[in-house]
């Protein structure tokens, strides 16, 4: 399976500020994915990060809040804008494999005072 | 309308024993079914997916799909100590690999 890495692995912000999320892969993928794990639920997706076009956004989530980035096959990054305590939360960017295999990268908890 | 919904539990199974984990979907164009195990404070693991109707053996683990029925089940068989975590179930649609998740059920396993 590919070797997925996150930067920062945790970090607390003030509120109003803005934290940029790295995730980096091993291998060339054309798609990479970003979720959120509020604390104590599951995980909901962000958005669908493509090479060479707009990330592809989830309901309820929007490019100014969470602007992504993907300049190359085998690096994202996801920002989140102007936090607030309700955006304190584990992010973590995920890659298809094989065929219908997903994995996910150690995931940045974020808090938000 | 959750989409996929699982028992949030939390599911306590004696050392050794069978522990049953369940999810039920509610899109019939779900094609591909995931169980991922998170242990607290990890990112999720894959344990197995399944795609076909009837069962799916890896070790100690058997997935089974039921299509008709929109059920999806995962197996833990000699459950261990280091079996206890949070499981997930997840779905994605044909052509689609984006994944919608449970909410998970919580599995504890008593020594």
């Known amino acids: 399976s590919a070797v997925i890495s996150q930067k920062p692995s945790r970090d607390i912000c003030q509120r109003g500020t803005s934290l940029t999320i790295q995730c980096q892969v091993d291998s060339q993928v054309t798609m990479m994915f970003w979720y959120r794990q509020q604390p104590g639920q599951s995980l909901t997706l962000i958005a669908t990060?493509?090479?060479?076009?707009?990330?592809?956004?989830e309901s309820g989530f929007v490019i100014d809040k969470f602007p992504i980035s993907r300049p190359n096959l085998t690096f994202s990054t996801l920002t989140v804008s102007n936090m607030s305590p309700e955006d304190s939360s584990i992010y973590l960017c995920?890659?298809?494999?094989?065929?219908?295999?997903?994995?996910f990268g150690p995931g940045t908890r974020l808090t938000v005072l | 309308q959750k989409e996929v919904e699982q028992n949030s539990g939390p599911l306590s199974v004696p050392e050794g024993a069978i522990a049953s984990l369940n999810c039920t979907y509610s899109d019939r164009g779900s094609q591909s079914f995931f169980w991922y195990r998170q242990y607290s404070g990890k990112s999720p693991e894959l344990i197995m997916f399944?795609?076909?109707?009837g069962d799916k053996e890896d070790g100690r683990f058997t997935a089974q799909l039921n299509k008709a029925s929109q059920y999806v089940s995962l197996l833990i068989r000699d459950s261990q100590p280091s079996d206890s975590a949070t499981y997930l179930c997840a779905a994605t649609n044909f052509g689609n690999e984006k994944l919608t998740f449970g909410t998970g059920t919580r599995l504890t396993i008593i020594p």
């Open positions: 399944i795609y076909s109707n």
């Open positions: 990060a493509n090479q060479g076009s707009e990330a592809t956004y």
């Open positions: 995920s890659v298809p494999d094989r065929v219908n295999e997903q994995f």
